[in-house]
């Protein structure tokens, strides 16, 4: 008995699955408010749908996981966002793409503008022929700052003493500029820092030791009796 061959119907083939032929992603960045963006890009052999998973990573952070279906097209750009809580500084922040066996990441060090918390002159004082302040600086980081404290008296500037300061986030020191005072003399010392500090800055005043007062002369005084008239004889 004869046979034949099975035949089908060209509309009932099967559409062969889409396969991703690349994926890339760059652009990584973050905003000053923690929100990180990157750009992912694919190219696929057809127009089914695929999907692309984003993962996120930055110190102290699990990775947070971001997918995207894609269909209708076989080259495809997309930006991604992602928010941290906050910026994270210092930090390696990574974003790593997988979509169809391929994978690419994209990494980046999270840089951040130094941040003074708090400045404040602890003590201030006239001692061994200097005027000396001990000033304490906060930091949100190790980055470098610059602490400029500022010596007056007699509402006349004497001098300044600038340090810089960097890999610790607390500092206390104390700055000395030699000044000769005389008794009764107002000072002041300011302490500031670049970047500012979150307070602005800190002063403290004082004077020297009151002047002695004259004593008063315990001799009597004499007042010359006058002259009395002469007589015309």
């Known amino acids: 008995m004869p046979s034949s061959d099975p035949t089908t119907d060209a509309g009932d083939a099967p559409t062969p699955a889409t396969s991703v032929l690349r994926v890339g ?24 749908p695929v999907v692309a998973v984003a993962t996120w ?18 080259s495809y ?19 790593t793409v997988r979509a169809g ?15 003074v918390t708090r400045v404040s002159v602890r003590r201030a004082a006239v001692s061994g022929g200097a005027l000396a302040a001990t000033v304490a600086v906060t930091t949100s980081d190790a980055q470098r700052v610059r602490l400029t404290v500022a ?32 008794c009764g003399s107002t000072w ?26 004259e004593e008063p002369d315990d001799q009597p005084s004499h007042s010359p009796r006058p002259e009395s008239p002469g007589t015309i004889r």
């Open 25 to 48: 992603v760059g652009g990584l960045a973050v905003d000053e408010k923690g929100l990180a963006r990157a750009t992912v890009s694919l190219r696929t052999s057809g127009t089914e």
């Open 77 to 95: 750009t997309r930006t991604l966002a992602h928010p941290f809580r906050s910026r994270p500084c210092g930090a390696t922040l990574s974003v």
């Open 151 to 182: 010596f007056a008296a007699g509402g006349e500037r004497l001098g300044t003493r600038t340090v810089t300061l960097s890999g610790a986030t607390s500092y206390t020191m104390t700055l000395r500029l030699p000044v000769e005072l005389g």
């Open 57 to 74: 990573r930055a110190r102290g952070t699990d990775g947070r996981v971001q997918r995207v279906r894609l269909s209708g097209a076989t």
């Open 188 to 213: 002041t010392v300011t302490a500031a820092t670049v970047p500012a500090a979150g307070n602005g800055g800190s002063t403290a005043s004082g004077s020297t030791p009151a002047c002695p007062k």
């Open 101 to 115: 066996g391929r994978t690419a990441t994209a990494r980046t060090t999270v840089s951040c503008p130094p941040a």
